[in-house]
């Protein structure tokens, strides 16, 4: 940590790593595609003079802010010249005036910007967010970053494409959905972890056969039978079509085999009543506290319920991913990134802003990350987590990301995705509409939005 940053002056050519100038943002901006295809790069930070960046993000809670605040620390310390002003908001109030705020002449540095269509993809298509090619190259991001982390931040300089192209943020946290397991009902039942998709249909089977509820499920808010299907999915549809869905690019379809197979394979569990009762009608938080008290053997959730569930069960509980194909193999499975870190157009010192976006994501930031019981991005099987759960869920997020496994959360796909998987997913297991009646649904949302070139 005291060694000094090496100057370094990259000069980055071609129109897909194209950056903008300081000061070239003008009283109107301009789109990412006309700006400099070249620009040099400087990372070393104390001969950048003084600056001053302002920094918006969204970190108000417990862990989060207190990792930003330590990270925010060690940096002016390494770098007094660089004074960083600090605004944090809720996510939703950050949400709300942020792109008030982009559009005009006092906008900050530095943001948290949510990286979903109706957020970043807007800012990008407005010129609003520079490309971080030049300084991923320069600092090594992209060792460090795994392709599937980069695609959840990445998009063509017009944001019709989503997932590839370049890089506009850089995020500190990640999450991943996997299985929550009920340790005990397991042993109880004489039911071995599986390892195996096939083994774990199998042991659905089995708990059921033993009085227990296997699956437990809080859809009433709709969203959460979406990261069911996703786990049930990456297991029947290959990724790179997977990608083109969640992305909401051209060339996928939702009523492929495997799409239908999933589908099929969701409306079995509830025929076969692997689900609790009710589950349509109960709401998530409901659910998954639940499930701490003793109800249900399995659930599929997302790692954010982590400190929660273990402070609830302690050592009654473990987080797996979704068992692959064959044991052994590649899991795919839904997960993204927190909300990453992005440099305006409206910044007054891009490479002094860069320079902070480093310093909050290296090795040991990801440190201090873990420190404050928030799950690091990258490097995150080297983090020690403050329990047995927590190092579970480090070694899952770091073995999806470091194999490409993590797919895009599904409702990012088009701007009414969210409401109109959400909803079609719940009348499918209510038994209201059959699988080919819900892909359809979802088949033509996706290609009303991509067909729209």
């Known amino acids: 940590m005291n060694r000094k940053a090496c100057a370094a002056v990259v000069a980055v050519a071609g129109t897909a790593l194209a950056a903008c100038a300081p000061g070239s943002s003008g009283s109107g901006g301009s789109t990412a595609s006309s700006q400099s295809t070249e620009r040099a790069v400087k990372t070393d930070a104390a001969q950048l003079g003084d600056v001053t960046l302002t920094v918006w ?11 930003m605040t330590k990270n925010v620390a060690s940096f002016q310390a390494k770098y007094p010249n660089i004074k960083i002003k ?26 948290q910007a949510n990286n979903t269509r109706s957020q970043m993809g807007q800012f990008v298509k407005a010129g609003q967010l520079i490309p971080l090619d030049p300084w991923m190259k320069a600092y090594g991001w992209d060792k460090r970053y795994s392709q599937s982390l980069r695609s959840v931040v990445s998009y063509s300089p017009d ?105 099929s394979t969701l409306v079995d569990w509830v025929d076969k009543g692997y689900f609790n009762q009710g589950f349509n009608g109960q709401g998530y938080d409901p659910a998954w506290q639940a499930f701490t008290k003793g109800q249900g053997a399995y659930l599929i959730a997302g790692t954010w319920l982590q400190a929660d569930i273990s402070k609830a069960m302690g050592d009654k509980v473990e987080f ?22 992005a440099i305006t157009n409206k910044a007054k010192n891009p490479d002094a802003a860069a320079a902070f976006i ?57 701007p009414t995705m969210s409401d109109t998987i959400g909803a079609a997913l719940q009348d499918m297991l209510a038994k209201k509409a059959t699988p080919d009646q819900t892909l359809e649904k979802l088949q033509k949302d996706y290609s009303d939005f991509t067909s729209k070139g």
């Open 358 to 414: 480093n310093h909050i994501t290296t090795p040991e930031a990801m440190k201090v990350i873990a420190e404050t019981e928030n799950l690091p991005v990258v490097d995150t099987a080297a983090q020690k987590a403050p329990n047995a759960l927590g190092q579970q869920v480090f070694t899952a997020f770091d073995t999806t990301t470091k194999n490409d496994g993590l797919l895009p959360y599904l409702d990012w796909a088009t």
């Open 159 to 263: 944001a019709k494409t989503f997932g590839s192209g370049n890089l506009y943020g850089l995020p500190q946290v990640g999450e991943v959905v996997g299985v929550y397991v009920n340790k005990d009902k397991l042993a109880k039942a004489g039911v071995q972890k599986p390892t195996d998709w096939a083994g774990f249909e199998s042991s659905l089977a089995t708990l059921k056969g033993k009085g227990e509820v296997p699956l437990m499920l809080g859809n009433l808010d709709k969203w959460p039978a979406v990261h069911v299907f996703g786990v049930v999915q990456g297991q029947n549809v290959k990724a790179d079509e997977i990608r083109k869905l969640g992305f909401g690019n051209a060339g996928a379809s939702w009523t492929s085999d495997g799409n239908k197979k999933a589908a």
């Open 320 to 341: 797996m991913l979704p068992p692959p194909a064959q044991a052994g193999g590649t899991t795919y499975t839904t997960g993204a990134s927190g909300q990453p870190f």
């Open 57 to 67: 993000d969204q970190e108000v809670r417990g862990g989060g802010n207190a990792q």
């Open 86 to 111: 600090r605004v944090s908001r809720s996510f939703d109030d950050l949400s709300k005036t942020l792109r008030l705020a982009l559009s005009g002449n006092d906008a900050p540095d530095i943001v």
